[in-house]
Structures are given as C-alpha cells and as structure tokens.
C-alpha cells in the first residue's frame, strides 16, 4: 500500500525559508517519478517541482531558482526546499506519485507567507 506523508508546512515572512518532507512508503521513491503540488484557495491544483526516475528534475517557472526538489540517501524521503519565499507561495503543498497507473496524495501540509 502506498502511503506519503507529508510535513515541514508553517508560518514563515517573506524572504524567509522552509522544507517540506514527503516520507513514502510502499513505493521507493528513486524508481519512481514523485512531484510536489500546491493549492491556493480558489486556484487549481499547480506542479511546483518534479523529481524523475534518476536524477532529472523540472520545476515551475514561479519557482525556478527559488525551490530545489531533492531525495535522500534511503530513497524514503523527497524534500522541497524553498527559499525567498513570496506572499503568493502560500497553498497547501501536496507530495504526489503515479504507482502502476494510479495517482497517490498525501494529505497536504500548509504553506503561509506573510508580508
């Protein structure tokens, strides 16, 4: 059963920084494509950063050069490292992976940044 759960949400300023985890189990995440999502209230569901099979990543354009998207050693772990965060960052982020043709979510974990 895949199972992702996600942490490292909170209140930050503008200009600070945060990471988010995705702690995955039932799936290793080294051998599978994993992304992170954000939703902002009264917004679609928005790629934010995604880490392929191997190393190969992708990432918005709101967020290129300010997000890194990365795994751990274990390959149980993918993390979202965000830095010069902005107001318009604010959402809850979700870890998201697609496991023999079926989309799995985790929870989702708030981001809010303040002015």
């Known amino acids: 059963q895949v199972q992702l759960v996600e942490s490292g949400g909170g209140l930050v300023q503008a200009g600070g920084s945060l990471r988010l985890s995705c702690e995955a189990s039932g799936v290793a995440v080294r051998f599978n494509d994993m992304g992170w999502y954000r939703q902002a209230p009264g917004k679609q569901r928005e790629l934010v950063a995604l880490?392929?099979?191997?190393?190969?990543?992708d990432y918005a354009d709101s967020v290129k050069g300010r997000f890194t998207i990365s795994r751990n050693d274990g390959h149980t772990t993918v993390y979202l490292w965000m830095n010069s965060l902005k107001p318009e960052d604010t959402a809850v982020y979700y870890c998201k992976t697609n496991f023999y043709g079926d989309d799995y979510w985790g929870q989702g974990t708030q981001v809010t940044v303040s002015t």
């Open positions: 880490i392929k099979r191997g190393i190969s990543t």
